[in-house]
């Protein structure tokens, strides 16, 4: 069963999306994050993706406190990311209360800190974040491009023990167009063992559907569910 993991992205403590990672793009949908996630939580939903929007463009963790709120007045399993930059950011994540934390732009520009987070957290708390845009890895909010072939990105971190990576590609977020199937199934054949969680342009149950088919492991939901072209109780049967 695939595990749904609803989203909420971060702008000055306020839950919000972008489209295309496009701070100028901002839709506020709730100015107490706190209230969604308890409604998540009250579906059912056991998870939740937490991005700090501010921290991903600060390049250093802004909205912990919103984080710690969440930890200590629900039970979710929270994976945390953006900003994540420094010895002194994953503690903080860590003391709020998140359970995992992904690093996307750490893993790509200071490879030897990501590396030794993975060796003193383990590859059960540390999400791999391989962003891709034409397939090549993106960073930093996804305002900046690499060269790097997502594939090959994700193959050595596994081998350096990666259990998990969140991957979004950047073409179809926020566009309710339909994830990239492709980049997936690509990414299982590169890594069969990998726990692949999708993010990015899921639109409606079917999306959902045919990753729980592809058999990935996770998906993120964030739009679609803010737009209502999923409800809380469609994602019910997903729910154990």
Not at 142 to 171: C, H, M, N, P, R
């Amino acid at each position: 069963m695939i595990e749904i993991i609803p989203a909420i992205d971060m702008i000055e403590g306020k839950c919000v999306r972008l489209t295309q990672g496009d701070y100028g793009k901002k839709t506020i949908y709730n100015e107490n994050p706190l209230e969604v996630a308890l409604e998540f939580e009250d579906a059912g939903l056991k998870r939740l993706h937490l991005v700090d929007l501010d921290g991903a463009k600060a390049k250093k963790v802004i909205n912990w406190k919103v984080l710690e709120k969440i930890a200590s007045k629900t039970s979710l399993h929270i994976d945390f990311g953006g900003g994540v930059q420094s010895e002194e950011d994953i503690r903080i994540v860590f003391d709020s209360g998140a359970k995992q934390v992904t690093g996307g732009s750490i893993a790509v520009k200071q490879p030897d800190l990501f590396k030794e987070w993975l060796s003193v957290y383990g590859g059960e708390k540390i999400i791999l974040g391989a962003d891709a845009k034409n397939e090549k890895v993106a960073v930093s909010g996804w305002e900046e491009g690499t060269q790097l072939w997502v594939y090959d990105f994700v193959e050595q971190y596994v081998e350096l023990g990666v259990k998990y990576t969140i991957s979004t590609d950047v073409a179809k977020d926020g566009l309710l167009q339909g994830p990239s199937f492709d980049l997936y199934k690509n990414l299982q054949d590169k890594c069969p063992d990998l726990k692949i969680i999708a993010s990015g342009g899921v639109s409606g149950m079917g999306d959902v559907e045919k990753l729980a088919e592809m058999n990935i492991y996770g998906v993120i939901i964030g739009k679609a569910i803010y737009e209502n072209r999923i409800t809380l109780q469609d994602l019910k049967k997903f729910v154990a």
